[in-house]
Nanobody
Framework: VQLVESGGGSVQAGGSLRLSCGAS????????VGWLRQAPGKEREGVAS???????FFSRSVKGRFTISKDNAKNILYLQMKNLKPGDTAMYYC?????????????????WGQGTQVTVS
């Protein structure tokens, strides 16, 4: 399975961005898929994930500002980010692992995209 992110860019604080992640295979229907980010000098952290049944999970730092959704038919995962803050600046990665569980831990994810940069100033 290959994952390809798009939609990153530069935005001012308070602005919005929507990230997308396309998959080469049909995985979103039977996997946990999520977004993790890594800022310079920091460890990669889970931001949001959505499990096979469509339940969503968020880190405390983004809850209420970010929304995660997926289109199983089109094999696309989205991350809608609103009210962005400079602290959200990071490389954002799309990731997935098969199964019914959910997670925000990078060690649980088996498939990864190359990342898309988000810069908030």
């Amino acid at each position: 399975v290959q994952l390809v992110e798009s939609g990153g860019g530069s935005v001012q604080a308070g602005g919005s961005l929507r990230l997308s992640c396309g998959a080469s295979g049909s995985i979103y229907g039977d996997a946990c898929v999520g977004w993790l980010r890594q800022a310079p000098g920091k460890e990669r952290e889970g931001v949001a994930s959505i499990d096979a049944d469509g339940s969503t999970f968020f880190s405390r730092s983004v809850k209420g500002r970010f929304t995660i959704s997926k289109d199983n038919a089109k094999n696309i995962l989205y991350l809608q980010m609103k009210n962005l803050k400079p602290g959200d600046t990071a490389m954002y990665y799309c990731a997935a692992f098969r199964g019914k569980q959910w997670s925000l831990l990078q060690s649980d994810f088996d498939y990864w995209g190359q990342g898309t940069q988000v810069t908030v100033s």
